[in-house]
């Protein structure tokens, strides 16, 4: 079945980096854009960016998009997201979900890791 | 502030049917698509209606889709306790170089 399975918690600190992977089976990892998707404790939903596994083009959030990096490794069938410059406000839970034909359609989603920023 | 904007917090005892609205503009709504979510939090968010009023195979008939214009609603009819979770619509915004919007959210309370 189509599944994205993705990296366990982590603990950063304030300023460092984090890396979370989302590892995708039981469909052709070429043929969808994968998108990031955070919720911050007491926030909404907050879409941060996608990356085509196909040509690596990316599109970001403005509100990140100078500490976000997205990629893909084809032949692992992995996206990953790497976040810089840590504030506590990126303490989330951090969502890959797979792009249907239309932004914003996400049938499949990852199941969540939760990236905690302390001091 | 959201670019799409819901009320935070709609409520309903079983059986009711309840509607959750979400606004927005030209850019957005106006011109694309509306999908819808329900997400309790540390699960994964759920796809309960794409391309404004379409179900996916699995969820159930009493959640339904409609747009007008620049405005979305999400309608649950028969409501149930298992229903009670936070709801957000979202879609593409063509500003800012193209953009993936949610509108805020909303806690659907089942009394």
């Known amino acids: 079945q189509v599944q994205l399975v993705q990296s366990g918690g982590e603990v950063k600190k304030f300023g460092a980096s984090v890396r979370v992977s989302c590892k995708a089976s039981g469909y052709t990892f070429t043929t969808h854009a994968i998108s990031w998707v955070r919720r911050a404790p007491g926030q909404g939903l907050e879409w941060m960016g996608w990356?085509?596994?196909?040509?690596?083009?990316?599109n970001y959030a403005q509100n990140v998009k100078d500490r976000l990096i997205l990629t893909t490794e084809t032949s692992t069938n992995t996206a990953y997201l790497e976040l810089r410059s840590l504030t506590f406000d990126d303490t989330a839970v951090y969502y890959c979900?797979?792009?249907?034909?239309?932004?914003?359609?996400?049938?499949?989603w990852g199941q969540g890791t939760l990236l905690t920023v302390s001091s | 502030q959201s670019v799409l904007s819901q009320p935070p917090s709609v409520s309903g005892t079983p059986g009711q049917r309840v509607t959750i609205s979400c606004s927005g503009t030209?850019?957005?709504?106006?011109?694309?698509?509306v999908y819808w979510y329900q997400h309790v939090p540390g699960t994964a968010p759920k796809l309960l209606i794409y391309?404004?009023?379409q179900r996916p195979s699995g969820v159930p008939d009493r959640f339904s889709g409609s747009k007008s214009g620049t405005s979305a609603s999400l309608a649950i009819s028969g409501l149930r306790s298992e229903d009670e979770a936070d709801y957000f619509c979202?879609?593409?915004?063509?500003?800012?170089?193209?953009?993936?919007?949610f509108g805020g959210g909303t806690k659907l309370s089942v009394l």
């Open positions: 391309k404004n009023d």
């Open positions: 979900a797979r792009e249907e034909t239309s932004s914003g359609w996400y049938e499949v």
């Open positions: 979202a879609g593409w915004d063509d500003t800012l170089s193209g953009r993936v919007v």
């Open positions: 990356i085509s596994p196909y040509d690596g083009a990316t």
């Open positions: 030209r850019f957005n709504i106006g011109t694309n698509y």
